[in-house]
């Protein structure tokens, strides 16, 4: 009998599968991420990680020209207004007896004044919300992500189209 073939309980000879595609597909795997990994690193696929030479010279002896090819958007005329907090009763069967919950709200500066006064509303709003959602969709891994984005449109609705750019999380704490 040869390593190849096993022989069953009824006087057969079975094919054992071979390994050396498995071995294969892991030796091209390992050098396809170590590749791309290489490339990424040597900034040799554009607009991806690595340094660009440009980037190295603006810093070169120290000096540092303000410019920064990686640099976000300046934020431009925008305020943060912050919302008094909330604590919403979780009721029974929850984990935690509260939810603490306190945010700001990105705005831009032209409508700050409209918008802070109508705080008590978006307050109103956000209160409603968070006592109507179920507790499963709060304790769910990924709930401030979706909780966010509702809250948001929420209150994008009640201050008017462009007057509120985003809604800032500080603290959501069960309690």
Known sequence: MTDASVEADDGEAVAKPSKLPLIIGLVLAL????????????????????????????????????????AAEPLGDVSFL???PLV????????????????SLEVPKKHAGAVEAIIPRIQDVLNSYLRAVELADIESPGALLRLRAQMLRRVQLVAGEGRVADLLVLEFVLT
């Open 31 to 70: 050098l396809g991420g170590g590749g791309g990994f290489l490339a990424v690193q040597m900034g040799l696929l554009p607009g991806v990680g690595g340094t660009s030479e440009a980037h190295d010279d603006s810093h070169a002896g120290g000096q540092d020209t303000g410019h920064d090819d990686h």
């Open 82 to 84: 912050e919302l008094p």
């Open 88 to 103: 919403v009763s979780l009721g029974p069967g929850a984990s935690a007896e509260h939810l603490r919950f306190r945010a």
